[in-house]
């Protein structure tokens, strides 16, 4: 008696084809992992992530829905460590210049630990693609339309990871000129994340700004027809 044999892992394409519907379980994995989704920033040093996952990852990313199909996102892998280095040190100097700017709430943020650059195993960089000219669904609203889009593209990408059990960590606080310069952006170009990526020891049972009661999550809202404070 042979046993079978092993079938290769379908693509999401392949999986869907046909317009498959999702089962119970399926549904109820997908809630699970939108509510164990969080904003990491311990990681475990020394650590690396599987090719193969990273690519899936990648590819989760560049599957999200864009305004006018344009897909503006664009994804950097920094593996130079001199030029993580650099990347850190920009995020160091503006944590420090936020701090600044905070009046007496700068020693608690201090504090915080806001990034995990020096310890994930990826460090991605998302930015915005110079302007193609789409007008589809953007004449209103160009710029807010590609920053959405990539946005959507970055949200794939971090239930992804969770669903793989890696923790991923979007980190805001760089000059993003600065930036863009430091990774020889073409002119039009905008950095927008800087998102470290990797193993990490457990996910924070609750946002670990809650935990640390530096802000405190908003209950779902739902206004009826129209702008409602008071509903």
């Not at 044999?5 to 089962?23: D, I, N, Y």
């Amino acid at each position: 008696m042979t046993s079978a044999k092993p079938q290769p892992m379908k693509t999401p394409e392949q999986k869907l084809a046909g317009g498959e519907h999702f089962s119970l379980d399926e549904r109820e994995a997908l809630y699970r992992i939108i509510n164990a989704r969080r904003d990491m920033r311990h990681f475990l040093p020394g650590t690396t992530v599987d090719e193969a996952v990273l690519h899936r990852l990648l590819l989760a990313a560049h599957s999200a829905p864009s305004v006018g199909l344009m897909q503006p996102w664009r994804f950097m892998r920094i593996g130079d460590a001199t030029l993580r280095a650099s990347i850190a040190a920009l995020v160091d100097e503006e944590r420090n210049l936020t701090a600044q700017a905070l009046g007496e709430r700068d020693t608690e943020f201090m504090r915080l630990k806001v990034e995990g650059i020096r310890e994930c195993a990826e460090l991605l960089v998302v930015a915005l693609a110079p302007d193609d000219g789409t007008l589809f669904g953007r004449r209103t609203m160009p710029e807010e339309m590609a920053l959405c889009s990539a946005a959507c593209a970055i949200q794939n990408l971090w239930l992804a990871a969770r669903a793989e059990n890696l923790g991923m960590g979007w980190v805001s606080l760089f000059d993003p000129v600065r930036l863009a310069k430091l990774l020889n952006c073409p002119p039009g170009a905008k950095t927008i994340a800087l998102l470290c990526l990797g193993p990490v020891a457990e996910f924070y049972p609750r946002p670990m700004l809650e935990q640390l009661n530096w802000r405190q999550g908003k209950p779902l809202t739902v206004m009826q027809d129209g702008w409602c404070e008071s509903c």
